[in-house]
Every structure is written in structure tokens, then in C-alpha cells.
């Protein structure tokens, strides 16, 4: 039996016209072809450009991310469940590719921001007489060569001034250093 299916848009509940593809809603509860909730491209597009973000907010609590944005028209959306994939974010309020793609790319400022202290990679060299290492964190400061030595309370003394919170991360890589041989600490 050969049927008839009008494009009608579920949106604005006109009738369009298709060229190569059709925009429909995903639903899974949809069982029927002539179910499909289709969308016209005008739909299609006004809500793609509704969708421009201007800023976002990003926090995290007990493991879980959350995110409230600002739209360019206005709109804000607070509090957001927030997953992260490999180049998107994935909220639990439908927006286009290109809008998850932007909030990954403020996702990724906010962190590196976040672990702009944090080690990333330090690498200790013993040489006699002088030990030292070479450090980068995820905010791009580094320290090259830095010659150091525990004192007799066991602090870290180091040649020229570093950030505290640095040399405490460069003493407790030190201390994996010591238990496991390996000169070269990465972070996960
Ligand atoms: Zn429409």
C-alpha cells in the first residue's frame, strides 16, 4: 500500500516544502511513520538562531557538572545537568550541534582556567650534587631547571621563588618519584 505523508510542520503547523533532508523531533515513543513530528526549515532555523550563546557558567558539585547560559536574545537557562562528550556539551535541554559545540569550547576555558595551578607534567634530573626539575602546569606556567633540596624539617627549598601551591604539587611528586623510579610525573 503506498501512502501519502504532508509535510507538516509540528511546529508551526504549515506545510512546506523539503529539498534534500528533513528535520524532525526525536521521539521514542513515536511508532508510527506518520507520527514524525516533522520541522520546517524556517522552525528549523529560528531556532537554531535563537540558540546564540553570549556567555556560560559552569560549576561543579559532588562530581556532577552544571552550567547556566545567557542566549544573545536574552534568555537564561540556570542550572543545567551538564555532560561534557569529546567536543560537546550535552545538557538536559535539547539545543543545536553548533550551540553544544560553542558550550564545550567554554567548557574547556573554564577548565583550563580552574587547573591554571595545577601540574601537569614535572620532570626531576639528579645530577651530582644538585637535583632539580622542570615543571608545567595547565595554565601554561612553567620553571625550567629549578634546583631544590628538602631541609631539615623536610620543607622544600628551592633556587628562585615559586608559587606555593606549585611546590607543594613538585613535593608530592617527588614523593612518588621515590616509590615508584619514575623521573617523569604526568597528570591524569
Ligand atoms: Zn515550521
Given at each position: 500500500m503506498i501512502c501519502t505523508l504532508n509535510?507538516?510542520?509540528?511546529?508551526?503547523?504549515k506545510l512546506f516544502t523539503a529539498k534534500k533532508h528533513l528535520y524532525y523531533r526525536n521521539n521514542?515513543?513515536?511508532?508510527?511513520?506518520?507520527?514524525i513530528q516533522l520541522i520546517c526549515d524556517s522552525c528549523y532555523n529560528n531556532w537554531e538562531s535563537f540558540w546564540e550563546i553570549t556567555s556560560a557558567s559552569f560549576r561543579e558539585e559532588n562530581c556532577y557538572y552544571y552550567v547556566d547560559i545567557l542566549l544573545a536574545n536574552g534568555e537564561e537557562y540556570v542550572n543545567l545537568d551538564c555532560t561534557p562528550l569529546d567536543d560537546i556539551i550535552v545538557t538536559n535541554i535539547d539545543m543545536p550541534l553548533a550551540a553544544k559545540k560553542h558550550l564545550f569550547a567554554l567548557y574547556q576555558l573554564w577548565l583550563d582556567e580552574k587547573r591554571k595551578?595545577?601540574?601537569k607534567e614535572c620532570i626531576f634530573n639528579e645530577e651530582f650534587m644538585k637535583t632539580t626539575f622542570t615543571c608545567t602546569t595547565y595554565g601554561g606556567i612553567e620553571f625550567k631547571d629549578i634546583a631544590f633540596r628538602f631541609n631539615r624539617k623536610g620543607e622544600l627549598e628551592v633556587e628562585r621563588e615559586v608559587d606555593t601551591k606549585i611546590l607543594e604539587q613538585v613535593a608530592e611528586a617527588w614523593q612518588l618519584y621515590e616509590i615508584t623510579g619514575n623521573n617523569h610525573f604526568k597528570s591524569k
Amino acid at each position: 500500500m503506498i501512502c501519502t505523508l504532508n509535510l507538516r510542520c509540528s511546529d508551526c503547523k504549515k506545510l512546506f516544502t523539503a529539498k534534500k533532508h528533513l528535520y524532525y523531533r526525536n521521539n521514542f515513543a513515536t511508532q508510527n511513520f506518520a507520527d514524525i513530528q516533522l520541522i520546517c526549515d524556517s522552525c528549523y532555523n529560528n531556532w537554531e538562531s535563537f540558540w546564540e550563546i553570549t556567555s556560560a557558567s559552569f560549576r561543579e558539585e559532588n562530581c556532577y557538572y552544571y552550567v547556566d547560559i545567557l542566549l544573545a536574545n536574552g534568555e537564561e537557562y540556570v542550572n543545567l545537568d551538564c555532560t561534557p562528550l569529546d567536543d560537546i556539551i550535552v545538557t538536559n535541554i535539547d539545543m543545536p550541534l553548533a550551540a553544544k559545540k560553542h558550550l564545550f569550547a567554554l567548557y574547556q576555558l573554564w577548565l583550563d582556567e580552574k587547573r591554571k595551578d595545577l601540574l601537569k607534567e614535572c620532570i626531576f634530573n639528579e645530577e651530582f650534587m644538585k637535583t632539580t626539575f622542570t615543571c608545567t602546569t595547565y595554565g601554561g606556567i612553567e620553571f625550567k631547571d629549578i634546583a631544590f633540596r628538602f631541609n631539615r624539617k623536610g620543607e622544600l627549598e628551592v633556587e628562585r621563588e615559586v608559587d606555593t601551591k606549585i611546590l607543594e604539587q613538585v613535593a608530592e611528586a617527588w614523593q612518588l618519584y621515590e616509590i615508584t623510579g619514575n623521573n617523569h610525573f604526568k597528570s591524569k
